[in-house]
């Protein structure tokens, strides 16, 4: 973990700051969400600065029930006040990413503001010397939970609930309910919120039991008719943009469909392939001993953690055409999965 010292630089850097600019990577997620929504309601508590998050693009209507009205600047609806926010203000904070490109439109952005930046961040690899000053733990379960022990550790006197909630939601979003990536730490800090009062089970029910009816008739469509497993024990599921907007499947709608793979005894390594313009978004998840990270980086030009990464398959770049994907990730699953220790010698 991170020295207090290093906390308590990140403190006065706060209180210093008159604007802050908190920057998460593309496609926000929960964690991005809610690291971003728990240091925003920890600077608008204890500090005098105004703050803003500023994402390269909108984050999924299901996380709307704890971003507070007129905290984000999303890019893609306001490009110029994006980036004039991000170029103008005294202190940057760079969130749930580790490298600039991460943040997509807003790359350029980062690149130009000359005030302090801070990484606060749990990904492999992190882009350090674009940094003056680092937080980055990888035994971590989320963004959510690092910004948790840095916030506590300088807050003595305790944090407010709207400090801790959005870091709960983050860290739960990202361990998929305490599925993954869980340490004892996050139980610690679990355990501390709702010893707060934070309520974890309206937090559930609004992640979890609130989707539209399409997500799980397309989930059905998905389990049934689209995934196909390899003979070296790889899932993998490609949706086109057509069979995306038939089912009306907005970004997060799909949150959670490439884990479902791995609870088959045989699979050790499931792909979720979106359809997006000249892309697919790719999504992999593996279990102990097969590293979702290298297989990313490796086929994918990604990364992110060692069993949960993600990246994007380019057409024409990588593949001639959308059609060639499945040849695509056949023939680099073999080649990838036979170059990896059998279960059980690792
Ligand atoms: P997801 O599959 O949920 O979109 O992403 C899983 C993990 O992979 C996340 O930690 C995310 O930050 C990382 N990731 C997703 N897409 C990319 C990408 O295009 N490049 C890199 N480097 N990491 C990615
Ligand atoms: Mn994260």
Known sequence: MFEIQEALTFKSMCESSRKVAIVVHAHPDGDAM??????????????????????????????SFFVPEGSVIDASR??????AWVTSCDLLVVMDM??????????PALEQCTSPRVLIDHHLDPDRGKFSLVFSETDISSASELTYWILKG??????????LKPLLVGMTTDTNNFA??????????ASEIIAAGVDRDEILSYLYNEYRENRLRALGYILSRKMEISSDGVAY???DAGELNSFDLQDGETEGFVNMPLSLGKVR????????????????????????????????????????????????GDIPGREMARDYVEQTAARFMRSTAPLGKN
Not at 78 to 83: L, P, R, S
């Open 34 to 63: 809610g690291c971003s929504c728990g240091l925003r309601a920890y600077l608008g508590a204890f500090t005098s600065a105004e703050c803003r998050i500023v994402i390269p693009d909108s984050y999924p209507d299901t996380l």
């Open 237 to 239: 599921v490609i949706l």
């Open 180 to 189: 993954n990536s869980v340490w004892p730490s996050t139980f610690t800090m």
């Open 154 to 163: 300088i807050c003595p006197e305790g944090l407010p609930k709207e400090v």
């Open 269 to 316: 390594m499931s792909l979720l392939l979106k359809e997006d313009d000249g892309y697919y978004r790719v999504s992999v998840r593996s279990k102990k001993g097969v590293s979702a990270n290298a297989y990313a980086k490796t086929f994918f030009h990604g990364g992110g953690h060692e069993n949960a990464s993600g990246g994007r398959l380019y057409f024409p």
């Open 98 to 107: 580790n490298r600039f490109d991460r943040a997509s439109v807003l790359a």
């Open 78 to 83: 306001e490009q110029e006040d994006a980036f």
